[in-house]
C-alpha cells in the first residue's frame, strides 16, 4: 500500500518559516520525481516545487528564493523549507509522487499552512 504522509503545517505569523515534511512508503523512492503542490481556498491547485530523483529542482516563480525542496532518499522523505511565509502562502499543501516513466501518480492527503498575524 503506497501511503505519502504530510507533516509540518500550522498557523505561523508573516515573515516566519516552516518546513513540510513528505514520508513516502510503498514505493521505490528514488525512482520518483517528488514535488509539493497547493490550494488555497477557492482557486485551483498549483505547483510549488519538484524534486527529480537526481535532485534537480524547479519552483514556482512565486516561491522562488523563499521556499528550498531537498529529499532523503534513505529516509524516503521529501521535505519543503518555507522561509519568509506572507498571507498568500496560505492553502493545503500536497505532496506528489511521480514515477520517472511517467505513468504512475500519487498524491498525500495534505497539510494545512496558514500564515496570519
Known amino acids: 500500500q503506497v501511503q505519502l504522509v504530510e507533516s509540518g503545517g500550522g498557523l505561523v505569523q508573516p515573515g516566519g518559516s516552516l518546513r513540510l515534511s513528505c514520508a513516502a512508503s510503498?514505493?521505490?523512492?528514488?525512482?520518483?520525481?517528488m514535488g509539493w503542490h497547493r490550494q488555497a481556498p477557492g482557486k485551483q491547485r498549483e505547483l510549488v516545487a519538484t524534486?527529480?530523483?537526481?535532485?534537480?529542482?524547479n519552483y514556482a516563480d512565486s516561491v522562488k528564493g523563499r521556499f528550498t525542496i531537498a529529499r532523503d532518499n534513505a529516509k524516503s522523505t521529501v521535505y519543503l523549507q518555507m522561509n519568509s511565509l506572507n498571507v498568500e502562502d496560505t492553502a493545503v499543501y500536497y505532496c506528489?509522487?511521480?514515477?520517472?516513466?511517467?505513468?504512475?501518480?500519487?498524491w498525500g492527503q495534505g497539510t494545512q499552512v496558514t500564515v496570519s498575524s
Open positions: 506528489r509522487a511521480d514515477h520517472r516513466d511517467g505513468r504512475t501518480v500519487y
Open positions: 510503498g514505493i521505490t523512492f528514488s525512482m520518483y520525481h
Open positions: 524534486i527529480t530523483p537526481g535532485r534537480v529542482t
